[in-house]
């Protein structure tokens, strides 16, 4: 922080105290992580000096040598993690990734079959304010009151509609999602599938939820939610796709990449090729299941009851509580996370009845089972003294115990 606080003190001061929120802070927002200082520092590098429209090898620009080999490496590491016969790894996010395969895929108005964004799918997957609701015609799937993707349904709405895609993958979904099924329904129309990974990418890579690939047509991710990266999107596909989704990234809808991001990105792949790393996407699992029983046990419903992946929600329904206010006093006492719906959500999205929770980063920084088990009951707690503002100072004592326990970085 030396030349920022030389440069501009105001700036440094503030990161300064998000250093501090984030060491005082438990974790639980399911799509974040903490990425290592070695991806950190890649992205603070010279390379965001440089201009590198298009492929490496291939650019518009000079002096293009040592991006050109920083891309590649990139590249070779998302084949061989996920075993892919392709990768670009430009988007600059998981919504330009998934915006890159509308783009190839579809042509305006086509119909694309995905999740719902109040039963767990993505803004970028067919809402209504976003592109891809704007300009294609989405029919929609969601979840049973058990979570659950009803694939019969799913099947029969593809047999409806006719889509030209099908999406899976979600933002909120707590069951393993069976992309075998999907190609079957996928195929079964003649629709292109697109399985949109960003939540789960760091549990495929360690082998703990089952690959699209094989299955999938188009695979998106993010980098920086439990594949431990920086913030930014990947895309991969077979060798047929692969020139037409560069093209769609690029000038489709991108121009120059992120070199330096794209650096942090291979450095968060090596990470995620360690050994060390199916450890511990094991363990964000573990902690789940750990939180989810903690939890239930307290007699707070989960829905779906339990959890097989890292992500949960809290139903709130008969605390009489909202999702808003829950998520506002979690932030209180050191938990954060945020508000989310719950199947057949009586309340809107603004509000809602359930807060969704996840453990990526809880992970990272080295909690365990016992620890999850504690955070469910301070959840727990939380909820039933509700103003009690003793209490309350109370379980922030507890949160702020945990915090000490495992400092953010350790070095
Ligand atoms: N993917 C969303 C989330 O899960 O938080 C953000 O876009």
Redesign the pocket.
Known sequence: MNYINKTDNEVAQIIEEELKRQENTIELI??ENIASKAVMEAAGTVLTNKYAEGKPYKRFYNGCDFVDKIETIAVERVKQLFGVEHANVQPHS?AQANMAVFFYALKHGDTVLSMDLSNGG??SHGSPVNFSGMYFNIVSYGVNEYGEIDYDNVEKLAIENKPKMIICGA?NYSKIIDFKRFKEIADKVGAYLMADI??IAGLVAGGVHPSPVGYADFITTTTHKSLRGPRGGIIMCSNEHAAGIDKAVFPGIQGGPLEHIIAAKAVALKEALQPDFKDYAKQIVKNAKALAQSLMEENIDIVGNGTENHVMTIDLRKTGKTGKDTANLLEKIGITANKNTVPNDPLSPFVTSGVRIGTPAVTTRGFKEDDMIEIGKIIASAITVWDNEDALKNLRERTQKLCNKYPLYKD
């Open positions: 399911a799509s998981g993505h803004l933002s960003a939540h």
